[in-house]
């Protein structure tokens, strides 16, 4: 398999793991502080991806040179999952997921910014499909709405968090220095967790964590292992092997993944004139990940 071909497999795994962060964080986002459960969670999947790097020979001394890089990127990803559980609280998961489908356009805009990566009209056509059928779910399929601008307070705090998730692909790969993935995601995790230990202690403290029920332990586990340490590792493969632009077009797959998570969960199926703007985000996907015809 061809190292584009490897970074494409590696998103489409994130992208339905990504998923079941939305779903499931949906139903616990107002029984734990995000500050308290996100330094847990970095902590867990920090073990989880440390134990699989050393079995694979990916610890070296090599993660010791400049470790602010590892700073910058623990921080990038702390703000927005932080911020994702805050915009749960109040928000809908398949909106939610809609904002996230925002963030190949920012990813560009910063790919461009740091890595002078470009962005072709095909590519630029997709953004703007993808965006078209992103703000169709977030508006609630309503015209009155969009023209009003009437967006929800949980959508709002989200799409601050997307911001930073977007700058972390380019920024991911301008830092790396030839470190293996796990590796490098083992570094970003630690550094993360201890960013969200000193931001979120007095939350930790305060979280009644042997009162807490057992589904906000299950999704725990599964935003720790599941949500966190494979798609940690799985993003990092596939900044290393295809562009910023095209590693985030898989968000674009996030809604319809959300609505076959909360169908599976037992939730209704959203309304059907919402489907249309998720549509659209799935033409985006085969816009953006279509090869750009060669020039004559």
Request: aromatic content about 12%; glycine content about 12%; proline content about 5%.
């Amino acid at each position: 398999m061809s190292r584009p071909a490897q970074g494409h497999l590696a998103m489409l795994a994130f992208s339905a793991l990504v998923a079941g962060s939305f779903a499931l964080g949906g139903q616990i986002a107002n029984e734990i502080a995000p500050a308290a459960l996100n330094a847990v969670r970095f902590g867990i999947a920090g073990g989880v991806v440390g134990l699989a790097a050393w079995a694979s020979g990916g610890l070296s001394r090599d993660l010791l040179r400049a470790p602010w890089r590892f700073l910058v990127l623990g921080g990038l990803f702390g703000i927005y999952f932080v911020l994702m559980f805050e915009g749960l609280k109040t928000a809908d998961p398949v909106s939610t997921a809609a904002v996230f489908t925002l963030t190949p356009i920012m990813s560009g805009v910063f790919g461009w910014i740091l890595m002078r990566q470009v962005t072709t009209p095909r590519m630029a056509l997709a953004l703007a499909v993808g965006a078209a059928g992103a703000l169709w779910v977030i508006f609630d399929a309503s015209f009155a709405a969009l023209l009003a601008f009437d967006i929800g307070r949980g959508e709002a705090i989200f799409f601050i968090g997307c911001i930073s998730h977007a700058a972390y692909a380019p920024m991911a790969r301008l830092l790396n220095r030839g470190e293996s993935a796990a590796g490098f995601t083992f570094g970003m995790l630690i550094a993360g967790c201890g960013l969200l230990f000193a931001y979120g202690w007095r939350d930790v403290q305060a979280t009644g964590w042997s009162e807490l029920r057992p589904l906000v332990w299950i999704a725990m586990g599964y935003l720790s292992v599941g949500a966190s340490a494979a798609t940690f590792v799985l993003l990092q493969a596939a900044t290393l092997r295809l562009p910023s632009a095209k590693v985030m077009a898989y968000t674009y797959l996030t809604p319809s993944w959300v609505i076959l998570w909360q169908i599976g969960l037992g939730q209704p199926v959203p309304n059907p004139m919402i489907l249309i703007g998720v549509a659209l985000t799935c033409v985006a996907l085969v816009l953006l990940l279509k090869e750009e015809m060669p020039q004559s």
